[in-house]
């Protein structure tokens, strides 16, 4: 079985010992992205709705890195800084993930990296 690394400039450079995905023969793991502008470094502004849609763009481009998609992605988890957020960010999910989405658990978190509201972390098959 392999074990390749996945790094991209697409997405915002790991802030710690982690790669930004691992790809198996079969799969890749993300690790969970936050709303960080991979330019700049620093989290977008306009609240948990800007930070989602930064999240799932950086997702999407690793899994692009990866030689996947948002469209083969079959679980994801979401970590919320405050649930009250959840009806902000679902609809900004649903609109990567279309009319078949992945399974998926939601979970508030006491803190995220940077201060971030939104992080999310998926697996995915190899398109």
């Known amino acids: 079985m392999t074990r390749d690394i996945v790094h991209t400039d697409k997405a915002p450079k790991a802030i710690g010992p982690y ?16 709303g960080l502008d991979p330019v700049s470094g620093e989290l977008v502004q306009g609240g948990v709705e800007a930070q989602t ?3 799932l763009t950086n997702l ?3 899994l692009e890195a990866a ?4 469209g083969h992605v079959v679980k994801t988890t979401v970590f919320l800084k405050d649930m009250n957020d ?17 399974a998926r658990s939601t979970v508030a978190v006491a803190g ?3 201060g971030g509201l939104v ?3 998926a697996v995915a098959l190899i398109a």
Do not use: C, H, W
């Open 19 to 34: 790669s930004q995905a691992i790809r198996t023969d079969s799969m890749i793991y993300t690790a969970g992205q936050t």
């Open 53 to 55: 849609r930064q999240v």
């Open 60 to 62: 999407q481009n690793v």
């Open 67 to 70: 030689g996947s998609s948002l």
């Open 86 to 102: 959840f009806s902000k960010m679902n609809p900004i999910y649903a609109e990567f993930f279309g009319e078949n989405p992945p």
């Open 112 to 114: 995220l990296p940077k």
């Open 119 to 121: 992080e999310i972390e």
